[in-house]
């Protein structure tokens, strides 16, 4: 998988918030995970388009605790927040990938549907 870190300092709230090694660790797991790499060979494998990866992105939902966008040209955008605990982070992380997962399906099922999906995805997963 080609994956684009994009670690930036941001200024929220009068912190700089940036990601630890424990965040980007957790995001490390749950993409290994999804993709059935190293160790988790037994897991199904599945192939994850280039994602970039922001971390407090100013223009996430204030209520959000991480949100995946698709835009033209295939680009997939995945937002995390760093102030959140890793263990969180990495639930987020998967919830987020399931839904890169299914951009092909958006249209296709409903939306609940494909919130389902990622939240048993996360639960699923997160527990391994």
Same mark, same amino acid.
């Given at each position: 998988?080609?994956?684009?870190?994009?670690?930036?300092?941001?200024?929220?709230?009068?912190?700089?918030?940036?990601? &630890?090694?424990?965040?980007?660790?957790?995001?490390?797991? %749950? &993409? %290994?995970? *999804?993709?059935?790499?190293?160790?988790?060979?037994?897991?199904?494998?599945?192939?994850? @388009?280039? *994602?970039?990866?922001?971390?407090?992105?100013?223009?996430? @939902?204030?209520?959000?605790?991480?949100?995946?966008?698709?835009?033209?040209?295939? =680009?997939? =955008?995945? =937002?995390?927040?760093?102030?959140?605990? @890793?263990?969180? =982070?990495?639930?987020? %992380?998967?919830?987020?990938?399931?839904?890169?997962?299914?951009?092909?399906?958006?249209?296709?099922?409903?939306?609940?549907?494909?919130?389902?999906?990622?939240?048993?995805?996360?639960?699923?997963?997160?527990?391994?």
């Amino acid at each position: 998988m080609s994956l684009t870190r994009e670690i930036e300092d941001r200024w929220l709230w009068g912190f700089d918030i940036r990601p &630890s090694a424990a965040h980007i660790d957790a995001w490390e797991r %749950a &993409s %290994a995970k *999804i993709e059935g790499r190293a160790p988790f060979l037994y897991l199904p494998r599945h192939v994850l @388009p280039p *994602i970039q990866l922001r971390w407090d992105d100013g223009g996430l @939902p204030a209520t959000a605790a991480a949100e995946t966008s698709l835009f033209r040209g295939g =680009v997939v =955008v995945v =937002v995390l927040r760093s102030t959140r605990p @890793p263990d969180a =982070v990495h639930a987020d %992380a998967l919830h987020e990938l399931q839904h890169v997962l299914d951009r092909s399906l958006i249209g296709c099922l409903s939306p609940a549907m494909l919130e389902w999906r990622a939240d048993a995805t996360a639960e699923r997963l997160a527990r391994l």
